[in-house]
């Protein structure tokens, strides 16, 4: 096999391998979920210590196999382990996390912060022989060309991933693509056998652990039979996430979701997050006549469908919409009589990028705005919600009331299963609380609240307590730091001054880019896997583009693009994509794209513009890959400013960029 084979195969594995671990290790490692970055940042720094060693006499790519089937024996054993949460992890879910778990089979108990170290030397410890075997092939080509090869292997390994998404396989399929691929072009190495037992290994000891899971695009998902409750319950990445309640054995269960449903009539229902049915079932018991059923997940819509008591998604009038809540909000003609905010309590982030939870986007002022915008006129919004304490449950009400507007939202609370807040809002709500004395026994109107922070689609962090990064974050983000510059140091030749700053910069202000690509368009189009595909797939080809364009025109200044760079950033900035929202979807689409995708090409024509005169390209890639780990850390910064200050960090780091644009490395 021929290099350039070598190079794009092996760049698919890196990728690959890459979202492979970010979606599988949350699955039994509990916390990683909201920290789901830490694995990027890791895999990149791994990746970025193996270019750094491209020129060393010792050769570490024969341990990857080692590597590889150490990873996955350690996270399962992480996986058993029982996790320290502190009083102030401000994520609701960690709250009943004791009680919530799947199975637990060890008593060994580590914090956060250390379950996060250990991830984290897993991760960058497998991507480092990959780093360095990649780095030796791109050296044997023209830097450009060797990195033009390197992203068209990238670009299949999103494309391969997104794939067996789509089509739902189970982990340990993906993990056999690793394995193939990587003997394809390891093969005829003396230690091949040993790879390939190894590598098989780790592929049975998955299948084997995961036998009773069920994999969709979001969770590794279990289900469980609860014979006592007469219910069915639901656990995702090992942890309680929904209950199928049988309604018909469970009326203290009936009375509480039917709540709103004995002061409002509504013939045509919206359930957003209607998970494995419940909310369904209750607007079909209550005479409803049609019902739109929004969830994103669809093997957790295919559970409830098949075995939820009910069968409430058999029911004719019962309309199934598998996709992101906001994405149906914003196109939605239909006037409702109700909308139904389901509980929808996210474990998972929503990308790989990016700190926000799937369900960030429906918690904001402007999504509970664009419900009210499909009420009909005496329409409601019900918000469902089980509130840990107090801040977040004075946070919602403050956020329904600046949506719902002053005096036009109600609330109750409850003890008990499931939920413990409702929220009721709209023209209907207005109508009876204003001609109905009762009303106001059951629901009690939203106070004003002083000091409340609301939620936005900028700052969309509801589990936030207060607009800072929470001391839990600041401690993880310490010790990775420390890691990095320790594994740095020594493994490493920096030490002997071969970073380049140049490369660096560029690293950081492309990763702060991509994330802030990635939450604009989960805003403006859903945050589903598949907006997160196209959008990584988008600028890996608008990378491969550049490069085709500097291959063949390489008398291009460098200055102009930047230049061209700058002013596209500042402009996202001060230009809103909110608007953007009321257009036409395939005016949406060319906008956003142009727009999303603009500083994306500058940025990929400086890069391709500045390695073709590198003299070592494993330098400039380790380089531009160690910048990429600290703009991950950078990324956090949004809990403090919003996302769109992103905006600005990135700006900062090619300004950085700048300084060094003339100098040869």
Same mark, same amino acid.
């Given at each position: 096999?021929?290099?350039?084979? /070598?190079?794009?195969?092996?760049?698919?594995?890196?990728?690959?391998?890459?979202?492979?671990?970010?979606?599988?290790?949350?699955?039994? $490692?509990?916390?990683?979920?909201?920290?789901?970055?830490?694995?990027?940042? @890791?895999? #990149?720094?791994?990746?970025?210590?193996?270019?750094?060693?491209?020129?060393?006499?010792?050769?570490?790519? /024969?341990? #990857?196999?080692?590597? #590889?089937?150490?990873?996955?024996?350690?996270?399962?054993?992480?996986?058993?382990?029982?996790?320290?949460?502190?009083?102030?992890?401000?994520?609701?879910?960690?709250?009943?996390?004791?009680?919530?778990?799947?199975?637990?089979? +060890? =008593?060994?108990?580590?914090?956060?912060?250390?379950?996060?170290?250990?991830?984290?030397?897993?991760?960058?410890?497998?991507?480092?022989?990959?780093?360095?075997?990649?780095?030796?092939?791109?050296?044997?080509?023209?830097?450009?060309? &060797?990195?033009?090869?390197?992203?068209?292997?990238?670009?299949?390994?999103?494309?391969?991933?997104?794939?067996?998404?789509?089509?739902? !396989?189970?982990?340990?399929?993906?993990?056999?693509? $690793? @394995?193939?691929?990587?003997?394809?072009?390891?093969?005829?190495?003396?230690?091949?056998? #040993? &790879?390939?037992?190894?590598?098989?290994?780790?592929?049975?000891?998955?299948?084997?652990?995961?036998?009773?899971?069920?994999?969709?695009?979001?969770?590794?998902?279990?289900?469980?039979?609860?014979?006592?409750?007469?219910?069915?319950?639901?656990?995702?990445?090992?942890?309680?996430?929904?209950?199928?309640?049988?309604?018909?054995?469970?009326?203290?269960?009936?009375? /509480?979701?039917?709540?709103?449903?004995?002061?409002?009539?509504?013939?045509?229902?919206?359930?957003?997050?209607?998970?494995?049915?419940?909310?369904?079932? $209750?607007?079909?018991?209550? &005479?409803?006549?049609?019902?739109?059923?929004?969830?994103?997940?669809?093997?957790?819509?295919?559970?409830?469908?098949?075995?939820?008591?009910?069968?409430?998604?058999?029911?004719?009038?019962?309309?199934?919409?598998?996709?992101?809540?906001?994405?149906?909000?914003?196109?939605?003609?239909?006037?409702?009589?109700?909308?139904?905010?389901?509980?929808?309590?996210?474990?998972?982030?929503?990308?790989? !990028?990016?700190?926000?939870?799937?369900?960030?986007?429906?918690?904001?002022?402007?999504? +509970?705005?664009?419900?009210?915008?499909?009420?009909?006129?005496?329409?409601?919004?019900?918000?469902?919600?089980?509130?840990?304490?107090?801040?977040?449950?004075?946070?919602?009400?403050?956020?329904?009331?600046?949506?719902?507007?002053?005096?036009?939202?109600?609330?109750?609370?409850?003890?008990?299963?499931?939920?413990?807040?409702?929220?009721?809002?709209?023209? @209907?709500?207005?109508?009876?609380?204003?001609?109905?004395?009762?009303?106001?026994?059951?629901?009690?109107?939203?106070?004003?609240?002083?000091?409340?922070?609301?939620?936005?689609?900028?700052?969309?962090?509801?589990?936030?307590?207060?607009?800072?990064?929470?001391?839990?974050?600041?401690?993880?983000?310490?010790?990775?730091?420390?890691?990095?510059?320790?594994?740095?140091?020594?493994?490493?030749?920096?030490?002997?001054?071969?970073?380049?700053?140049?490369?660096?910069?560029?690293?950081?202000?492309?990763?702060?880019?991509?994330? /802030?690509?990635?939450? =604009?368009?989960? +805003?403006?189009?859903?945050? =589903?896997?598949?907006?997160?595909?196209?959008?990584?797939?988008?600028?890996?080809?608008?990378? !491969?583009?550049?490069?085709?364009?500097?291959?063949?025109?390489?008398?291009?200044?460098?200055?102009?693009?930047?230049?061209?760079?700058?002013?596209?950033?500042?402009?996202?900035?001060?230009?809103?994509?909110?608007?953007?929202?009321?257009?036409?979807?395939?005016?949406?689409?060319?906008?956003?794209?142009?727009?999303?995708?603009?500083?994306?090409?500058?940025?990929?024509?400086?890069?391709?513009?500045?390695?073709?005169?590198?003299?070592?390209?494993?330098?400039?890639? @380790?380089?531009?890959?160690?910048?990429?780990?600290?703009? &991950?850390?950078?990324?956090?910064?949004?809990?403090?400013?919003?996302?769109?200050?992103?905006?600005?960090?990135?700006?900062?780091?090619?300004?950085?960029?700048?300084?060094?644009?003339?100098?040869?490395?």
């Amino acid at each position: 096999m021929n290099s350039k084979a /070598k190079l794009v195969l092996l760049s698919f594995v890196g990728l690959f391998l890459e979202l492979c671990l970010i979606r599988w290790l949350p699955a039994h $490692i509990f916390s990683i979920g909201f920290f789901a970055n830490v694995v990027l940042i @890791g895999s #990149f720094l791994g990746l970025g210590i193996g270019f750094l060693l491209v020129s060393s006499r010792r050769s570490y790519e /024969k341990l #990857f196999p080692l590597l #590889f089937i150490g990873m996955i024996a350690f996270a399962l054993l992480l996986g058993s382990v029982n996790v320290a949460v502190p009083p102030d992890a401000q994520t609701w879910l960690w709250s009943f996390y004791g009680e919530n778990r799947f199975v637990s089979l +060890l =008593t060994i108990e580590l914090t956060i912060p250390q379950v996060l170290s250990l991830v984290y030397i897993i991760a960058l410890s497998v991507f480092v022989p990959l780093g360095q075997r990649i780095g030796r092939l791109m050296q044997e080509f023209e830097p450009l060309l &060797g990195y033009t090869w390197n992203v068209a292997g990238s670009l299949l390994g999103v494309a391969a991933f997104a794939l067996l998404s789509a089509l739902g !396989t189970p982990a340990f399929v993906w993990f056999a693509v $690793i @394995g193939v691929v990587y003997l394809v072009v390891t093969w005829r190495e003396k230690w091949a056998l #040993f &790879g390939a037992v190894a590598l098989a290994a780790g592929v049975a000891a998955v299948a084997v652990v995961e036998s009773s899971s069920t994999w969709s695009p979001y969770y590794a998902i279990n289900t469980q039979n609860n014979v006592e409750e007469h219910s069915l319950e639901i656990f995702v990445n090992q942890l309680f996430h929904q209950k199928a309640v049988d309604f018909a054995r469970e009326p203290g269960l009936y009375d /509480k979701y039917s709540t709103p449903y004995r002061w409002f009539q509504p013939e045509k229902v919206l359930v957003i997050g209607a998970g494995s049915g419940n909310d369904v079932a $209750i607007a079909l018991n209550n &005479g409803a006549t049609y019902v739109d059923a929004v969830e994103i997940d669809p093997a957790i819509q295919a559970i409830g469908r098949e075995r939820h008591p009910q069968r409430p998604y058999a029911d004719p009038r019962v309309h199934v919409h598998i996709g992101d809540a906001r994405s149906f909000l914003h196109n939605s003609r239909v006037r409702y009589d109700m909308i139904v905010f389901g509980t929808l309590d996210s474990h998972a982030n929503l990308s790989i !990028t990016s700190s926000l939870r799937l369900d960030n986007y429906v918690y904001t002022q402007e999504s +509970l705005r664009e419900a009210l915008n499909l009420l009909s006129d005496k329409g409601v919004v019900v918000l469902l919600f089980s509130v840990p304490n107090e801040w977040i449950h004075t946070r919602l009400l403050g956020m329904s009331r600046a949506a719902f507007g002053e005096n036009n939202s109600w609330h109750v609370a409850y003890g008990g299963d499931l939920f413990n807040l409702m929220v009721v809002g709209g023209p @209907g709500a207005r109508s009876l609380a204003a001609t109905n004395p009762l009303f106001g026994k059951t629901f009690s109107p939203v106070p004003r609240l002083a000091d409340t922070i609301v939620p936005s689609d900028n700052w969309p962090y509801l589990y936030l307590e207060h607009k800072n990064i929470p001391r839990l974050y600041q401690i993880v983000i310490a010790a990775l730091l420390a890691i990095s510059v320790v594994a740095i140091l020594a493994a490493s030749p920096l030490r002997h001054h071969n970073l380049n700053p140049l490369f660096f910069f560029l690293g950081s202000g492309f990763l702060l880019l991509e994330t /802030k690509s990635v939450t =604009t368009f989960s +805003l403006l189009f859903g945050s =589903t896997w598949l907006v997160n595909a196209v959008v990584f797939v988008a600028i890996l080809a608008i990378a !491969t583009v550049a490069n085709v364009v500097v291959l063949r025109r390489g008398n291009l200044n460098p200055h102009v693009f930047i230049a061209g760079l700058l002013v596209s950033i500042i402009s996202l900035y001060f230009v809103p994509v909110a608007p953007l929202l009321h257009f036409h979807g395939l005016v949406r689409i060319l906008v956003a794209g142009f727009l999303v995708a603009l500083p994306i090409f500058f940025s990929s024509m400086v890069f391709a513009l500045s390695i073709r005169n590198v003299r070592s390209v494993g330098a400039a890639m @380790g380089s531009n890959l160690l910048g990429a780990v600290v703009g &991950g850390f950078c990324e956090y910064s949004s809990m403090i400013w919003g996302l769109n200050a992103l905006y600005i960090v990135a700006a900062l780091c090619y300004l950085g960029a700048l300084l060094f644009l003339n100098k040869k490395g």
